[in-house]
């Protein structure tokens, strides 16, 4: 193989390896951290829905009177 001319990267230090996966574990944190608020909101919003449905049907149904 034939040296091309181009200079070789140089390999990062251990240091930078370091910082650089710190980062992408302080990114994943958060984005799964992220995730985890969208869906229960997006839970309590469902729920909240479900709940004014069921009123809103039982306040549009009348309640049997019993007779006397």
Same mark, same amino acid.
């Given at each position: 193989?034939?040296?091309? !001319?181009?200079? +070789?990267? @140089? ?7 370091? *910082?650089?996966?710190? !980062?992408? !574990? +302080? %990114? ?15 839970? *309590?919003?469902?729920? *909240?829905?479900? +709940? %004014? *449905?069921?009123?809103?049907? @039982?306040? @549009?149904? $009348?309640? @049997?009177? $019993?007779?006397?």
């Amino acid at each position: 193989m034939t040296n091309d !001319g181009s200079p +070789k990267s @140089s390999v990062p230090n251990n240091d930078d390896i370091q *910082k650089d996966l710190d !980062g992408i !574990g +302080k %990114a994943l944190i958060v984005s799964v951290a992220w995730s985890y608020a969208e869906a229960l909101e997006r839970t *309590k919003r469902e729920q *909240k829905e479900q +709940k %004014a *449905k069921r009123e809103s049907q @039982s306040e @549009s149904q $009348p309640e @049997s009177q $019993p007779e006397s």
